[in-house]
T-cell receptor, first 115, second 110 residues
Framework: ETGVTQTPRHLVMGMTNKKSLKCEQH?????MYWYKQSAKKPLELMFV???????ENNSVPSRFSPECPNSSHLFLHLHTLQPEDSALYLC??????????????FGNGTRLTVT | GENVEQHPSTLSVQEGDSAVIKCTYS??????FPWYKQELGKGPQLIID?????GEKKDQRIAVTLNKTAKHFSLHITETQPEDSAVYFC?????????FGTGTRLQVFP
């Protein structure tokens, strides 16, 4: 148990579908992050939330829409995705913003396949 | 721009041997260098980290060394075991963000 739970673990969706990824952290952390992990590429930061406020949008296309209703929950809403969006989407949390003084805790990810 | 280079991309060792993974960073202001281990089907987990005011840190069979002048840091795993097989990521801070390397797939053969 990592303390950061992501659902679903696997998701297959068509390019016209709308779906959402969910992340929940049970660690009492204040900051939450979405990362994209593609094969042979560095982890790509997508969004950062600190105390429920979005502090970073790393030039992510608008077909990805984050939502953070409270410090424990983070969603990533998906619509009209492209096949190149297929990847492992990782959620992470840290006690403080950016985890330099408090490490990132990752969930096990959602494996997304866009057909 | 920010960049963290990690080598090698794959590493195979015999059980009991040592493994070394190296990373180079570009920002001389970087001050925090964590290492993450990602097992199959799981998210990355922090295994050790080092700050710029320290040259070396050990935790049982793993150690990290930092050379600020050369801007590189390394992960050392001694007495490797099959359960050490995983993908390892280094990271370095860049303007307070964490920039990750591309990962090293370590395979430990019995």
């Amino acid at each position: 148990e990592t303390g950061v739970t992501q659902t679903p673990r696997h998701l297959v969706m068509g390019m016209t579908n709308k779906k959402s990824l969910k992340c929940e952290q049970h660690l009492g952390h204040n900051a939450m992050y979405w990362y994209k992990q593609s094969a042979k590429k560095p982890l790509e930061l997508m969004f950062v939330y600190n105390f429920k406020e979005q502090t970073e949008n790393n030039s992510v296309p608008s077909r990805f829409s984050p939502e953070c209703p409270n410090s424990s929950h983070l969603f990533l809403h998906l619509h009209t995705l492209q096949p190149e969006d297929s990847a492992l989407y990782l959620c992470a949390s840290s006690q403080d913003y950016w985890g330099v003084n408090s490490p990132l805790h990752f969930g096990n990810g959602t494996r997304l396949t866009v057909t | 721009g920010e960049n963290v280079e990690q080598h090698p991309s794959t590493l195979s060792v015999q059980e009991g041997d040592s493994a070394v993974i190296k990373c180079t960073y570009s920002d001389s202001a970087s001050n925090y260098f964590p290492w993450y281990k990602q097992e199959l089907g799981k998210g990355p987990q922090l295994i050790i980290d080092i700050r710029s005011n320290v040259g070396e840190k050990k935790d049982q069979r793993i150690a990290v060394t930092l050379n600020k002048t050369a801007k590189h840091f390394s992960l050392h795993i001694t007495e490797t075991q099959p359960e050490d097989s995983a993908v390892y990521f280094c990271a370095a801070t860049y303007t307070d963000k964490l920039i990750f390397g591309t990962g090293t797939r370590l395979q430990v053969f019995p």
